[in-house]
Antibody, heavy 121, light 107 residues
Framework: EVQLVQSGAEVKKPGESLKISCKGS????????IGWVRQMPGKGLEWMGI????????RYSPSFQGQVTISADKSISTAYLQWSSLKASDTAMYYC??????????????WGQGTMVTVSS | DIQMTQSPSSLSASVGDRVTITCRAS??????LAWYQQKPGKAPKLLLY???RLESGVPSRFSGSGSGTDYTLTISSLQPEDFATYYC?????????FGQGTKLEIK
């Protein structure tokens, strides 16, 4: 079964760093892009960026460029989203997702369960 | 960035109704358009891709159409499980922007 399993919920203070993970299984991890999507409480979906684990080619939304870092470790089939200094406005659910085809960063058909990040003093 | 404008933002309808949600892109996206359904507390679910292609396992009451900049999602006969929030997304060029969502509620 193809699936993405994300790390658990996090509660952090402003200024702290954080790295959340997304482990893929049931498919060739290096052959598909993996994207990250933010959903702030009660709000819509925001596309953050996407990485191709095969060669680490990464594309960011301008809204998130410089605010987060997307990476992947293909040896353990895991993608990451990290912050160096969290803000309260980073409080959100974060989803990783995989496109339905391996040929490009297309629509997402496989989604992780989401990681809730709460940033509060 | 390509802006995606979805309408309406909310919609009240009854079981059995036919509903249509529209999505307009700020520039042509060559049918690189997906529709998702999201229920509270759950990850989004892909319904259609390439504007009109039904994802495997999705009921045939869902359909999509459009071209250029204008696209629609139609649910032919609403079922109780269809009450959710729907999003369009363009994947023509990065960033792959989403529409703001349409919340479909029971009348």
């Amino acid at each position: 079964e193809v699936q993405l399993v994300q790390s658990g919920a996090e509660v952090k203070k402003p200024g702290e760093s954080l790295k959340i993970s997304c482990k893929g299984s049931g498919y060739s991890f290096t052959s598909y892009w993996i994207g990250w999507v933010r959903q702030m409480p009660g709000k819509g979906l925001e596309w953050m960026g996407i990485i191709y684990p095969g060669d680490s080619d990464t594309r960011y939304s301008p809204s998130f460029q410089g605010q987060v870092t997307i990476s992947a470790d293909k040896s353990i089939s895991t993608a990451y989203l990290q912050w160096s200094s969290l803000k309260a406005s980073d409080t959100a659910m974060y989803y990783c997702a995989r496109p339905f085809v391996s040929s490009g960063p297309d629509a997402f058909d496989i989604w992780g369960q989401g990681t809730m990040v709460t940033v509060s003093s | 960035d390509i802006q995606m404008t979805q309408s309406p933002s909310s919609l009240s309808a009854s079981v059995g109704d036919r509903v249509t949600i529209t999505c307009r892109a700020s520039q042509g996206i060559s049918n690189s358009l997906a529709w998702y359904q999201q229920k509270p507390g759950k990850a989004p679910k892909l319904l259609l891709y390439a504007a009109s292609r039904l994802e495997s396992g999705v009921p045939s009451r869902f359909s999509g159409s459009g071209s250029g900049t204008d696209y629609t999602l139609t649910i032919s006969s609403l079922q109780p499980e269809d009450f959710a929030t729907y999003y369009c997304q363009q994947y023509y060029s990065t960033p792959h922007t989403f529409g703001q969502g349409t919340k479909l509620e029971i009348k």
